[in-house]
């Protein structure tokens, strides 16, 4: 089982629509948990953290359920610059005291007219 | 604009050449990271320097050599690289390996192994 699982997608959804993706991780003593997005040929950004308490972040809202160890990510009224690949990113705690990240492989999410 | 700046934006070398990566931050983060990116692939950790001192190496084969001359720079040395090599290179930085573990990119080097 890999450490963290995203649907690949893609996701193909009308502009203003609301989609959806989840992200479940093995490790239950993951500590922190992040979406990242990463345009074609572009790196990675930094889009949320993700909070016990859930947090929002204009159309953008992020979910976590420890109990069910898995994150997600809400879109509403999807954007056209919206389309890209949006990582599931999860911290534990490595050998020693270091934190460690570990990418999912991603979900593709296309915006279209 | 991304505030980890990498050069050169695009690398095309030889198996048997010897190129450097490059990495700068100046947002005064302690630990900065090199990884590896496949097509449709998520990145792949490499090194992890903390405090400029190497604390993770994922096993990556020796024709790639890190360095960390100061806390602001990072290179990556490659040598007798092989054409499966060819990815995109990411430098991050963060502010350091305890809480506050949030990764910034650099826009990467894309390098093709010929």
């Known amino acids: 089982r890999k450490e963290v699982e995203q649907d690949p997608g893609p996701f193909n959804v009308p502009e203003g629509a609301t989609v959806a993706f989840n992200c479940t991780y093995s490790?239950?003593?993951?500590?922190?948990f992040f979406w990242y997005r990463q345009d074609c040929r572009k790196e990675p950004k930094l889009l949320m953290s993700v909070y016990s308490s859930g947090n929002e972040d204009g159309r953008f809202t992020a979910q976590l359920n420890r109990a069910s160890q898995y994150i997600s990510l809400l879109i509403r009224d999807s954007k056209l610059s919206d389309s890209a690949t949006y990582l599931c990113?999860?911290?534990?705690?490595?050998?020693?005291?270091?934190?460690?990240?570990?990418f999912g492989s991603g979900t593709q999410l296309t915006v279209l007219p | 604009d991304t505030e980890v700046t990498q050069t050169p934006k695009h690398l095309v070398m030889g198996m048997t050449n010897k190129k450097s990566l490059k990495c700068e931050q100046h947002m005064g983060h302690r630990a900065m990271y090199w990884y590896k990116q496949k097509a449709k692939k998520p990145p792949e950790l490499m090194f992890v320097?903390?405090?400029?001192?190497?604390?993770i190496n994922e096993s990556v084969p020796s024709r790639f050599s890190p360095e960390c001359p100061n806390s602001s720079l990072l290179n990556l040395h490659l040598h007798a690289l092989q054409p499966e090599d060819s990815a995109l290179y990411l430098c991050?930085?963060?502010?350091?390996?305890?809480?506050?573990?949030?990764?910034?990119f650099g826009s990467g080097t894309q390098l093709s192994v010929l």
């Open positions: 990113v999860v911290s534990s705690i490595s050998s020693g005291s270091a934190r460690q990240l570990t």
């Open positions: 490790n239950s003593a993951s500590q922190s």
């Open positions: 991050a930085s963060s502010q350091d390996r305890g809480s506050n573990e949030k990764l910034f």
């Open positions: 320097y903390s405090y400029e001192k190497l604390s």
